[in-house]
């Protein structure tokens, strides 16, 4: 079964900290993404990595950043945290191009920013 | 940019009645479409994937339809039960990219 973590399921930070959210996965998929779910917009791609130091922004990379040191683990960097990146943040990853690319999804984290 | 679109946006159905959800999609060019569920406050689980060659796709009480030439999907789920209440999201995938609908929110009454 593939499996993909996230480090926290609820996270309260103050405006202005450094955010860090990791996300680990066991099926060593190349492909890594990062969403954000907020209601009335759905899903949305912040970042994606296809291999390890290798990165591509998404639809709404503003304000993020993110880090793939290793093949399992990518992580979702927010430098100055601010009120309106208060949402839920899914982590998820795939196998590469090929017919049977399916994404497999984590728990979720539940940011709040005050 | 391809827009997803899910209609009806809520449904409420009793127990036992068949649910048909729908998805559409506006540029065709797409190399497979994926149904997730999703409960609450939780993640997305995958319910079924369809290669864009592919016109259906079956998983116990699931059936999914593909008609990649007019843009459309539709999600078949027999004789709902009161467990099949969550949000249900299609998405599409050109290239590495999945956009994703904002879901069909059902409630199976008991």
């Known amino acids: 079964d593939v499996k993909v973590t996230q480090s926290s399921r609820y996270l309260v930070k103050r405006t202005g900290e450094k955010v860090f959210l990791e996300c680990v996965q066991d099926m060593d998929h190349e492909n890594m993404f990062w969403y954000r779910q907020d209601p009335g917009l759905g899903l949305r791609l912040i970042y994606f990595?296809?291999?390890?130091?290798?990165?591509e922004k998404g639809d709404i990379p503003e304000g993020y950043s993110v880090s793939r040191e290793k093949k399992e683990r990518f992580s979702l960097i927010l430098e100055s945290a601010s009120t309106n990146q208060t949402s839920m943040y899914l982590c998820a990853s795939s196998f590469p191009r090929g017919s049977s690319y399916e994404q497999y999804f984590g728990p979720g984290t539940r940011l709040t920013v005050t | 940019k391809q827009e997803v679109t899910q209609i009806p946006a809520a449904l409420s159905v009793p127990e036992g009645e068949n649910l048909v959800l729908n998805c559409s999609f506006t540029d065709s060019a797409i190399y497979n479409l994926q149904w997730f569920r999703q409960d609450p406050g939780k993640g997305l689980t995958s319910l079924l994937l369809?290669?864009?060659?592919?016109r259906e796709q079956t998983s116990g009480r699931l059936n999914a339809s593909l008609d990649k030439s007019s843009g459309r999907s539709t999600l078949y789920i027999a004789a709902s039960q009161p467990g099949d209440s969550a949000t249900y999201l299609c998405a599409v995938r050109d290239d590495y990219k999945l956009s994703f609908g904002a879901g069909t929110t059902v409630t199976v009454r008991a």
């Open positions: 990595s296809y291999d390890v130091k290798m990165k």
């Open positions: 369809i290669q864009s060659s592919q």
